[in-house]
């Protein structure tokens, strides 16, 4: 995460998506690809497993995440035979990106107030 931040005009540049949506959401590389394939289409938790070679109970893990961060939505979909299925969908594209629009003023914003601080007053922290 660290390295992404530094780099992050270069990825842009460079058509990068992963390395800042790994770092501006906290998301891990396979949370960021269920994400771009449910973006195309529709998904059953089978798919996504397969798509990110898991096992079922691991991708329902990752779509969980993905769901509670708002960027995944999971649906019911009746069969033709009776009975259901769950499905998933990623969030639209253009409210991903005002997320992203805001999620990087905040950052700016962040910056702008570490920047303005007398670091010596900052209290020391480890972190375990």
Request: net charge positive; proline share 3%.
């Amino acid at each position: 995460m660290h390295r992404c931040l530094i780099n992050l005009p270069e990825v842009i540049n460079e058509g990068g998506k992963c390395d800042i949506f790994e770092c501006l959401f906290g998301l891990k590389p396979l949370h960021v690809k269920i994400y771009f394939y449910a973006l195309k289409q529709k998904k059953t938790i089978k798919e996504i497993a397969d798509f990110v070679e898991r096992d079922r109970s691991t991708a329902v893990r990752l779509v969980q995440r993905l769901i509670r961060q708002a960027l995944i939505t999971k649906e019911i979909e009746m069969l033709p035979n009776g009975g259901m299925r769950h499905i998933y969908s990623s969030t639209a594209q253009d409210i991903l990106k005002e997320r992203l629009k805001t999620t990087i003023k905040h950052v700016e914003k962040s910056v702008d107030l570490l920047v303005k601080r007398d670091w010596r007053l900052i209290p020391d922290r480890i972190d375990d």
